[in-house]
């Protein structure tokens, strides 16, 4: 297994190591993870006809070894060493039954560093609920279909959940199997084939293809505690429930670590381990690759119970199916799917006015392209006429029904080049202290990315299409943003600038912001500073500035302390979620504040998947200047019996807390911006959303009652 040619550093030179009349042949002593090396026993030792061997790490070809030991035939016996998956040293103790001989040998293995370029995982397939963690982040987001998996990001699958990955570039594939939560360590490949990927799963199980005969120094490793399993090529399942490891090996042999001791699991055979059994069992396959990928694919309900000689005739129909359909990810290396796409019925704000919108976008996704072709109309009220394509406030009208076609939503995604074109997401630039969860409400946008090694180039340009025929586009905001993030091993870097197109800005509104971000991770600290510049439309340059740890005590808590300085006229978070609606109701920057020092806390406690709350508190020390206070909860109350799975939330953000004394009531006020919502799934992603806002302007609640589709 394992060989390495035309290496100059591992010459095959042959060591004898005497230990008196016991003799050990070895090619080398030094020898690289992963590896598999030859080792000759002779002696004349007549007594010595079995030994037993033990490794403080490694093992060898033949698993049995470490269990049952080894004969020597004519005072001979050859064994092949499998080098850990790990670098350090490996020493390896022959010795007989009753111990009275005993002879060590010790190799040195050295792991060969590689320095390759990240990649990101793509979706081929995805089912259900899944929740997707960015490396920047701590907050689980719903996984939509576009998403480009990162390094050191986290997924997790709910039970109804299920994803299926592709590294673009090469014929890698992961399933994620339904209540699975996994953390990715790295994700690194070169344009030869090169490859280093690790991830960890933390529970439930996946399903790994590795189609590559992979190049030297190059690894796939999966691991679950004291279980490491890696691979050059092959297909194998890797399940943890609870504190029991399960490996099947479909195709090819899976080098299992448990405990420094590594075991070759071939295909045909599966291992299992768990800390109450200190030693591993190795058997036949309980299941095949078919019978274990329907096992933990989640199927969806059947919405009417049929009497059982019926499901047992389905059944025996479908499994007959089976045998005739090949899998498609066995034909091509990439899929076709399509999924539903937008859906949006309901009234819907943009800018001063409301309209209430049709809208219905299928989207189709071919491997790394994705198209959404969209059905929009609109009214302007209950009783106005139904006119074609999206609002907007500088085209007229059209009452063309091919109006209505448009492209909703568009993606190319490559190892270097990313590209999108849909609904705005959220975005938080550097940590978070001038633009925090800011996006464009019920608009699309584009974004796209430069991804060179260790260095990423991306630009935000707030545009959308209204219609084809005629060929309509519309501005969407004026915020455009272009920023570059650069890993350099010792530190990271995030540098973000900002830019207002707004020709008619008023002089307390900002022009140009400049945003850069320092940080390090440190075990589960991670230590960041954040300087901001901004220049206001009167000629004023205000800047601010936050440093402080946060701190990640996973699953549950999340906590973030900082102290800051903001110059005069600095508004902190300023491009906020509601930015937009400030912008249109004429809500600009403050740029009578005075400078100040200032406190920052910030607290998350998930439940996951149940309960997600946020609380985050900036205490400025100068009485011109406001605090705020911000908050976010959403709750999952899951399925049970014929009852969907039901989302609430909420948003609060609140100036001058605890204050400004001319106020009535604390909570809700004209400092207050507050929004609330509950959905009720209908089809796939797609439900009704009640939803509450409270007019901080007008002091008054809002209600909408909208069918759309939403991530969560």
């Known amino acids: 297994m394992f060989k390495r040619w035309g290496t100059l550093l591992l010459v095959l030179l042959s060591i004898n190591i005497f230990f008196g009349n016991f003799l050990i042949d070895i090619e080398n002593t030094t020898i690289y993870a992963g590896e598999s090396v030859s080792i000759g026993i002779e002696t004349d030792q007549t007594t010595l006809t079995h030994l037993y061997v033990d490794v403080t790490s490694g093992g060898f070809d033949d698993p049995l070894i470490l269990f049952d030991g080894f004969d020597l035939v004519d005072g ?29 040998l010790t190799l040195k293995v050295i792991e060969e560093t590689m320095n390759l370029p990240e990649t990101k995982l793509i979706i081929l397939e995805k089912k259900g609920n899944v929740l997707y963690k960015t490396p920047d982040s701590d907050i689980w987001d719903s996984l939509s279909n576009d998403t480009a998996i990162q390094e050191k990001s986290e997924l997790l699958t709910l039970k109804d959940g299920f994803v299926h990955l592709k590294e673009p570039s090469l014929n890698i594939e992961i399933k994620v199997a339904a209540d699975t939560q996994l953390y990715i360590k790295r994700l690194r490949v070169s344009e030869n084939g090169d490859i280093d990927i690790e991830y960890e799963l933390k529970k439930g199980a996946t399903v790994n293809k590795i189609k590559e005969i992979l190049a030297p120094g190059s690894k796939y490793l999966v691991g679950s505690g004291s279980v490491v399993a890696g691979v050059r090529g092959t297909e194998f399942g890797f399940e943890k429930r609870g504190g029991k490891t399960n490996i099947r090996t479909f195709e090819g042999t899976v080098y299992t670590m448990i405990n420094n001791q590594l075991f070759p699991i071939t295909a045909g055979n599966m291992f299992n381990y768990s800390p109450e059994q200190p030693k591993p069992q190795i058997q036949k396959l309980d299941k095949s690759l078919e019978e274990y990928e329907n096992e933990i694919i989640p199927k969806k309900e059947e919405k009417l119970e049929k009497p059982e000689s019926e499901k047992n005739t389905e059944e025996e129909s479908t499994e007959d199916n089976k045998e005739k359909i090949k899998s498609p990810s066995e034909e091509q290396p990439s899929q076709v799917k ?25 989207n189709f996704d071919f491997g790394p392209i994705g198209i959404g072709i969209g059905f929009n109309a609109y009214q302007e009220d209950i009783d106005s006429p139904l006119y074609y394509g999206l609002p907007t406030e500088n085209a007229s009208p059209s009452t063309n029904v091919l109006s209505a076609l448009s492209i909703n939503y568009f993606k190319l995604n490559f190892p270097a080049f990313y590209l999108r074109y849909g609904i705005s997401p959220s975005y938080t630039r550097g940590l978070g202290l001038f633009m925090n969860n800011y996006y464009v409400p019920y608009s699309r946008v584009f974004d796209t990315e430069l991804k060179l090694a260790n260095l990423q180039l991306g630009i935000h340009v707030p545009y959308e299409i209204t219609s084809f025929i005629p060929f309509n586009y519309r501005q969407s905001s004026n915020i455009f943003f272009g920023y570059f993030n650069m890993d350099l091993n010792i530190f990271s870097t995030d540098i973000t600038a900002i830019f ?23 075990l589960f600290f991670r230590l960041g500073v954040e300087t901001d510049v901004v220049l206001t439309n009167d000629g004023s340059v205000v800047y601010g500035l936050l440093a402080g740890p946060t701190m990640n005590f996973p699953p549950f808590f999340q906590f973030m302390f900082g102290f800051n300085y903001l110059s005069k006229g600095f508004n902190i978070e300023y491009l906020n979620s509601y930015y937009e609606y400030n912008a249109a109701n004429g809500f600009y920057m403050n740029l009578n504040t005075e400078s100040s020092f200032g406190l920052m806390g910030k607290s998350i406690f998930s439940i996951d998947p149940y309960l997600h709350l946020l609380i985050k508190y900036n205490k400025l020390f100068s009485v011109n200047r406001d605090s705020l206070l911000t908050g976010q909860m959403t709750i999952n109350v899951p399925s049970m019996g014929g009852i969907p799975q039901l989302t609430a939330g909420f948003s609060y953000m609140q100036y001058k807390f605890l204050e400004d004394s001319e106020i009535d009531n604390i909570f809700l006020n004209d400092n207050t911006n507050l929004q609330g919502f509950i959905y009720y799934p209908v089809l796939e992603n797609s439900g009704i959303i009640y939803s509450i806002n409270y007019n901080m302007k007008e002091q008054k609640f809002e209600y909408t009652l909208n069918f759309e589709t939403k991530e969560f």
């Not at 092949?80 to 002879?103: R, V, Y």
């Not at 399509?338 to 006015?353: P, V």
């Not at 207002?500 to 440190?522: G, H, M, R, V």
Request: glycine share 6%.
């Open 76 to 104: 001979k016996a050859h064994l092949t060493f499998l080098a850990p998956l790990i670098p350090g040293d490996s020493i390896i103790t022959f010795f007989n039954e009753d111990k009275t001989f005993e002879k060590v």
């Open 338 to 362: 399509a999924d539903i796409g937008n859906i949006s019925f309901g009234k819907q704000i943009k800018g001063l006015n409301s309209y209430l919108v049709y809208s219905f976008a299928p």
């Open 500 to 522: 207002n197109s707004n020709e008619e800005k008023p002089n307390d509104e900002f022009s140009q912001a400049y945003l850069a971000t320092i940080y390090k991770d440190i």
